[in-house]
């Protein structure tokens, strides 16, 4: 089994800043691309941005200059670093895990999500 726990979300200001990990346990052989996704109340979930395992980087539009995602291979851990925050920008935030389990099989692993309230 593989675990996901995310941690960092909370209430800021617009112009605030925050910083989202997640971090993967359980039985892994190797992590392959990970990423955050959002979903606000009433809105479809959106993918926000995705690293893969070379580094290789893709936000979302609406976040591009703001966000910063990036990983500790050596932790299992993905970050999301959060600048000039919006109103908009208020959602759950949700870390997905693209990993190969301790069998060698591919697995899709999604954490349960973190609020982010972006508000004066």
């Known amino acids: 089994q593989v675990q996901l726990v995310e941690s960092g979300g909370g209430l800021v200001q617009p112009g605030g800043s925050l910083r989202l990990s997640c971090a993967a346990s359980?039985?892994?052989?190797?992590?392959?691309?990970m990423g955050w996704d959002r979903q606000a109340p009433g809105k479809e979930r959106e993918s926000v941005a995705t690293?893969?395992?070379?580094?290789?980087?893709k936000y979302a539009d609406s976040v591009k200059g703001r966000f910063t995602i990036s990983r500790d291979n050596a932790k299992n851990t993905v970050y999301l670093q959060m600048n000039s925050l919006k109103p908009e920008d208020t959602a759950k935030y949700v870390c997905?895990?693209?990993?190969?389990?301790?069998?060698?099989?591919?697995?899709?692993?999604w954490g349960k999500g973190t609020l982010v309230t972006v508000s004066s």
């Open positions: 997905n895990v693209d990993l190969r389990d301790g069998s060698g099989w591919p697995r899709l692993y």
């Open positions: 359980g039985s892994i052989s190797s992590i392959n691309a």
């Open positions: 690293i893969t395992e070379g580094g290789s980087t």
